[in-house]
């Protein structure tokens, strides 16, 4: 007896589905019937494991044998995003961190919590070195949180702590 063709109808492919007789060639008879393939779903259907219906919104159950495939597409995108996003670049950061701390137009604040960073970064080394930023200049020199931003002159940039002079 020669081979039966399979039926089209998508009520017939979404039962062969369900029974996992051969899911790539069904799925692929399902998307030539019409139905949208998980690659084009938004980030809330793949979220929900299903496609939005006629009106945009979604009812019914979720299909089990669409869990595979929603989850390879969900885990595809996550590390599209994560390979896609910036890297932090270290000699750049040092190098900001440095103009931060030497421009005399940082405002208190911002130099407050570059110094409060610096110590912190300190302390969990546990080392005496300093891991500040050098500029050409030299060390960057950060203004006391005790002192008014408008009475600050350069040589009150660096905290009291930290000067040698005194």
């Known amino acids: 007896m020669g081979k ?11 039962k062969r589905l369900r029974r996992g007789d051969d ?7 399902l998307e030539e019937a019409g139905y949208k393939p998980v690659s084009e779903w938004d980030d809330e259907e793949l979220a929900k494991g299903k496609p ?32 896609s996003a910036p890297k932090p670049r270290p000699e750049v950061l040092g190098k900001v961190l440095a103009e931060l701390a030497t421009n005399p137009h940082t405002p208190a ?8 960073a610096l110590a912190t970064v300190k302390q969990r080394l546990g080392t005496g070195q ?36 005194e």
Do not use: N
């Not at 039966?4 to 979404?14: A, D, H, N």
């Not at 899911?23 to 008879?29: C, H, I, Q, V």
């Not at 006629?54 to 159950?61: D, I, L, P, T, V």
């Not at 950060?142 to 000067?163: A, F, Q, T």
């Open 4 to 14: 039966r063709e399979l039926s089209r109808k998508p009520k017939e492919i979404r």
């Open 23 to 29: 899911l790539e060639r069904d799925l692929a008879m």
């Open 52 to 83: 939005r219906d006629r009106r945009g919104s979604f009812s019914g159950r979720t299909p089990e044998w669409r869990k595979e495939q929603v989850e390879a597409e969900a885990l595809r995108r996550h590390k599209e995003a994560t390979l």
């Open 109 to 116: 604040e911002v130099l407050t919590l570059l110094d409060s």
């Open 130 to 165: 300093d891991t500040s930023p050098t500029p050409a200049g030299g060390p960057p020199r950060l203004k006391d949180p005790g002192i008014p931003p408008d009475v600050v002159d350069d040589e009150d940039r660096m905290p009291h702590y930290l000067r040698t002079d």
